[in-house]
């Protein structure tokens, strides 16, 4: 099957289902973007009706991500960002619904926690990727990001190829599966994460010191979550050492790690809160090889945009 770069064209619904959007210019270039590729937009987020530090009050909230899969014409739902909400929302959203309109909900960070009630719930898959803010919003869009996003979207199969560094040499296959951090820590115990075992967790955050990303992941250790073929890093910046770290940073802390889990752990993923970041298939069936630093990780088996009948630009209807 052909991979393509190029836009797909098909319906994009924008939801607000965190928080609100900073700059509401970017909202309306994130618009025009999709429009100038040929698709068509329903942007079920209004501005006015932002509550506090979120997209809307939790009613408002759900109903837009229902409406979105209700409109037999939206493909795609784009998260509007993140920051902070989701978890208001889990006892109300009808997942059944979300899952069987079939519809490619795109989004990370707060995004994590729908994701993995997806999977949880409904065994539905679903897209870690960009958001309207502050990805397709840009002034100056990341072409990397936005490749990626149509790539994954437009075949059933995606492969990512990224520096390993000083990852181990190792070939196996499992569930994708895993997002933010501390979203995942934080839906341990509940019905909103999913039990995988042997899977292949990644995971990212942001503003998380080193020895926060340590705690928890050793809380999803002693959690018997991390029973997983292998556990990949994604991007993990934004905090800041101090004098009294006294020399353990990010390296040593992974060091520990490697040392206290028996799982293999691969970092470099580009993904993340980083301007270029790729899109994986959450629930795919994903192969992980990793050789002298050099990482591809091959997802297949999620419900790709043409596997729907959907037109990709330049193809005949």
């Known amino acids: 099957m052909t991979h393509s770069t190029d836009p797909v064209s098909c319906g994009i619904a924008i939801v607000a289902t965190s928080g609100y959007a900073p700059d509401e210019q970017a909202v ?17 987020y209004d501005p006015s009706g932002k509550h506090e530090r979120f997209g809307g009050d939790d009613a408002a ?11 037999p014409e939206v493909d795609v739902i784009v998260a509007l960002r993140g920051g902070y909400g989701l978890s208001r929302l889990l006892g109300d959203i009808d997942l059944q619904l979300l899952a069987e309109s079939g519809k490619r909900i795109v989004g990370h960070s707060d995004i994590t926690a729908l994701q993995m009630a997806l999977l949880a719930r409904q065994g539905a898959a679903s ?5 309207i803010c502050d990805d397709f919003g840009r002034e100056d869009p990341s072409e990397f990001t936005l490749g990626e996003f149509w790539s994954c979207l437009a075949s059933d199969t995606h ?12 070939d196996l296959s499992g569930i994708l599966w895993g997002g933010n951090l501390a979203m995942l820590c934080h839906l341990a115990g509940t019905p909103y994460l999913p039990r995988i075992d042997g899977g292949i967790l990644f995971l990212e955050d942001i503003n998380e010191h080193p020895y926060r990303v340590e705690r928890m992941l050793l809380q999803l250790f002693h959690a018997g979550l991390l029973d997983q073929k292998a556990i990949v890093l994604g991007d993990f910046s934004g905090y800041r050492l101090s004098p009294y770290d006294n020399g353990y940073d990010f390296d040593r802390m992974l060091a520990y790690l490697r040392e206290a889990i028996d799982v293999p752990i691969v970092r470099g993923l580009p993904f993340g809160h980083i301007r270029d970041k790729t899109t994986l298939a959450v629930g795919s069936h994903a192969r992980l090889r990793c050789s002298g630093g050099e990482a591809v990780l091959s997802m297949s088996g999620y419900p790709a945009l043409d596997k729907m009948g959907t037109r990709l630009l330049g193809e005949s209807a």
């Open 127 to 131: 897209f870690a990727g960009p958001m």
């Open 61 to 71: 909230r759900v109903a837009q991500l229902h409406a979105a899969a209700r409109n």
């Open 159 to 170: 492969d990512v190829r990224f520096d390993a560094g000083d990852s181990p040499d190792l």
């Open 28 to 44: 309306a270039r994130a618009i025009a973007r999709f429009e100038s590729s040929g698709c068509r937009v329903w942007n079920y």
